[in-house]
């Protein structure tokens, strides 16, 4: 049942970092009741988003006083790579997407490889030495 217990719970668990479904279950819902809720509660519905952006305001704080408090420049490179992606990401996220990559390896023959004897019927040469021995060590008996 709807209730503002309910949302403030939700809104609360939002606002920690919980992901939507795990606000909805420890509010004792499921995800498809709370997305109902959003529909039908307009006021629930930006209750969420104001959580949601609570959330982010206070997990980014995190690195950003380890980058500007702490002079963490790891940190700081962190947030720049993620935050000015076009200037800042590593070069290897900068290749477009649909861009082939080939990667030619010249690797020599393994040892493991059969030939095949070119008068055999599709036995490895091996197999066949095997059998000519096999049939030469029963023909001596």
Known sequence: MY???RVALICNAIAKGNLIQTA?????INKATLYEWKKKYPEFND????????AEME???VPWEA?????NWR??????QRRFRKHWA???EKLPPTQPITINFNLPRP???LTVDSTAKHLPQNTTNQTNNQTNNTSKK
């Open 90 to 92: 590593p070069s290897s």
């Open 59 to 61: 997990l980014l704080n």
């Open 24 to 28: 909805a279950a420890a509010a004792g």
């Open 47 to 54: 209750a969420i988003e104001l959580a949601e952006a609570a």
């Open 111 to 113: 040892a493991h490889v």
């Open 3 to 5: 209730n503002q217990t």
């Open 67 to 71: 980058a500007t408090k702490d002079k």
């Open 75 to 80: 940190a700081a490179l962190e947030l720049m």
